[in-house]
């Protein structure tokens, strides 16, 4: 086998293992008991609710599903993203630290309408 290719190979490897574990401890943080839950659902190529509003300081969980595709939510600003699995409900905890708009994204590609799938998130005090 030519070393290009199974360099390719041991290169893709490594980036599925690191999106197994990525996608292991998004799941694996707990809901608490006492924390507000904010459900946010994708569908081609949208996210409802699109606006979303939380409080500084204060910790949300954000409960993710997906409708029909594959999709992935990403808040880069918040330092929150996660793989929007059909079937699954993913979610994350997010203390927003700053005051001001956030936008999220769809991070993996799911069709036409991809590049303009965004939501916004607005942190008050
Ligand atoms: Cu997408």
Known sequence: MPIAKRRLQLIAG????VAAMTAAYVAAQPAQDNEPVI??????????????QLKKGVPVILELTTQDVFMG???????????MVPGK?????????????????????????????????????
Request: charge should be negative; proline fraction near 5%.
């Open 39 to 52: 459900k946010i659902t994708a569908k081609k190529f949208e996210y409802t609710p699109h606006d979303v």
């Open 89 to 125: 409900t993913v979610r994350v905890r997010v203390v927003p630290a700053k005051l001001g708009k956030v936008e999220f994204l769809c991070d993996v590609f799911c069709g036409s309408g991809h590049e303009e799938m965004s939501g916004l998130i607005t942190v008050v005090d």
């Open 73 to 83: 939510f990403n808040a880069p600003d918040l330092g929150v993203r996660a793989d």
């Open 14 to 17: 490594a980036l599925l293992v």
